[in-house]
């Protein structure tokens, strides 16, 4: 599930009461249903059981802890527009012969939303690196759908979405750490940051493309989970997010094909993608998932980048 700004797990109430939203949901959907729900993951803005359920067998019910989560997603935006997303993504990426968990219900109520997919059971074992870069090329490759992704925003437009997050993900850095990430930025604002963002092809990108979000068995991906974050765009986003998170290893860029993808992306475009990585695993590790050393770290790279961007758009300035 997505990182964001919040903690990542509730507590034991917040937990009971959404298990009793979902009993009961499931109940009303499915007469003479009584199973039992196992939790099997607590996300920013979801929680996952695992329960049997005729006539589809042993299956995964994806349920928003609230309908509108705030936090790292805005307030305007809602949990029900990320289940049919994700049901809509599941779906596109099996027509592209790509491992997901099959979509089986979407139910949406005002008391509980929630959507029911083939539960895909994993192993211990952590993916193959080179399957998982393969796998990633495959994504990347494929023709994208025919969706405006919920992380686009208002506008529409994924570069215009990212220009205001990093400004607001530097505001909130700057709050935490109580005193400015890189002295001066009145050079930086929205329009700059959008015009420095890649705008090359466009592909599916899931942006969150990490082991939790995958079941493996033996090391072959059997599926790929939570398209929250998922966009429509140039894929140098998601691999400067896996590099900031240590997860673009050699090893997954041999099996991706392509180990010199950075050299290729323009300078401020590439400043500008690492940044917004850096500034959210600096709220991420203050906040969400509590580590004073990888905050300490992200911060510092936060501000590296800041430079390496100013340093980059003045360049570009350059007679």
Same mark, same amino acid.
């Given at each position: 599930?997505?990182?964001?700004?919040?903690?990542?797990?509730?507590?034991?109430?917040?937990?009971?009461?959404?298990?009793?939203?979902?009993?009961?949901?499931?109940?009303?959907?499915?007469?003479?249903?009584?199973?039992?729900?196992?939790?099997?993951?607590?996300?920013?803005?979801?929680?996952?059981?695992?329960?049997?359920?005729?006539?589809?067998?042993?299956?995964?019910?994806?349920?928003?802890?609230?309908?509108f989560p705030g936090g790292s997603y805005g307030a305007g935006v809602d949990c029900r527009a990320l289940l049919r997303q994700e049901r809509a993504l599941a779906a596109w990426a099996a027509d592209n012969d790509l491992p997901v968990?099959?979509?089986?219900?979407?139910?949406?109520?005002?008391?509980?939303?929630?959507?029911?997919?083939?539960?895909?059971?994993?192993?211990?074992?952590?993916?193959?690196?080179?399957?998982?870069?393969?796998?990633?090329?495959?994504?990347?490759?494929?023709?994208?759908?025919?969706?405006?992704p919920v992380v686009h925003g208002a506008s529409g437009d994924f570069r215009t979405a990212i220009a205001a997050r990093i400004m607001e993900r530097l505001d909130r850095v700057e709050a935490l750490i109580g005193k400015p990430l890189?002295?001066?930025?009145?050079?930086?604002?929205?329009?700059?940051?959008?015009?420095?963002?890649?705008?090359?092809?466009?592909?599916?990108?899931?942006?969150?493309?990490?082991?939790?979000?995958?079941?493996?068995?033996?090391?072959?991906?059997?599926?790929?989970?939570?398209?929250?974050?998922?966009?429509?765009? $140039? !894929? *140098?986003?998601?691999? /400067?997010?896996?590099?900031? =998170? %240590?997860? &673009?290893? @050699?090893?997954?860029?041999?099996?991706? +094909?392509?180990?010199?993808?950075?050299?290729?992306?323009?300078?401020?475009?590439?400043?500008?993608?690492?940044?917004?990585?850096?500034?959210?695993?600096?709220?991420?590790?203050?906040?969400?998932?509590? $580590? !004073? *050393?990888?905050?300490? /770290?992200?911060?510092?790279? =936060? %501000?590296? &980048?800041? @430079?390496?961007?100013?340093?980059?758009? +003045?360049?570009?300035?350059?007679?």
């Amino acid at each position: 599930m997505t990182a964001g700004t919040e903690p990542p797990r509730r507590d034991e109430a917040a937990l009971q009461a959404l298990t009793d939203r979902v009993r009961a949901l499931l109940a009303e959907a499915c007469p003479g249903w009584d199973g039992s729900l196992v939790a099997v993951g607590q996300g920013f803005e979801a929680a996952v059981f695992r329960t049997d359920l005729p006539p589809f067998g042993t299956v995964a019910v994806k349920a928003p802890w609230r309908r509108f989560p705030g936090g790292s997603y805005g307030a305007g935006v809602d949990c029900r527009a990320l289940l049919r997303q994700e049901r809509a993504l599941a779906a596109w990426a099996a027509d592209n012969d790509l491992p997901v968990a099959a979509p089986l219900a979407l139910h949406e109520t005002d008391a509980q939303d929630l959507l029911v997919s083939a539960y895909v059971e994993g192993d211990d074992l952590p993916p193959d690196p080179a399957g998982l870069g393969a796998l990633l090329r495959r994504l990347h490759d494929a023709p994208p759908p025919d969706l405006v992704p919920v992380v686009h925003g208002a506008s529409g437009d994924f570069r215009t979405a990212i220009a205001a997050r990093i400004m607001e993900r530097l505001d909130r850095v700057e709050a935490l750490i109580g005193k400015p990430l890189a002295g001066d930025r009145s050079w930086l604002d929205t329009d700059v940051l959008r015009a420095a963002l890649p705008d090359g092809r466009c592909a599916l990108l899931h942006l969150d493309f990490r082991p939790a979000n995958l079941r493996c068995r033996d090391g072959r991906i059997l599926a790929v989970l939570d398209w929250s974050n998922a966009a429509i765009a $140039d !894929p *140098a986003f998601e691999l /400067a997010r896996m590099h900031e =998170a %240590g997860t &673009l290893t @050699d090893a997954v860029l041999a099996g991706y +094909g392509d180990c010199d993808w950075s050299s290729r992306v323009p300078p401020a475009a590439r400043a500008a993608c690492h940044l917004d990585a850096a500034l959210m695993f600096a709220i991420v590790f203050r906040i969400g998932e509590p $580590d !004073p *050393a990888r905050a300490a /770290a992200a911060t510092a790279r =936060a %501000g590296v &980048l800041l @430079d390496e961007l100013r340093q980059a758009l +003045g360049a570009q300035g350059s007679p």
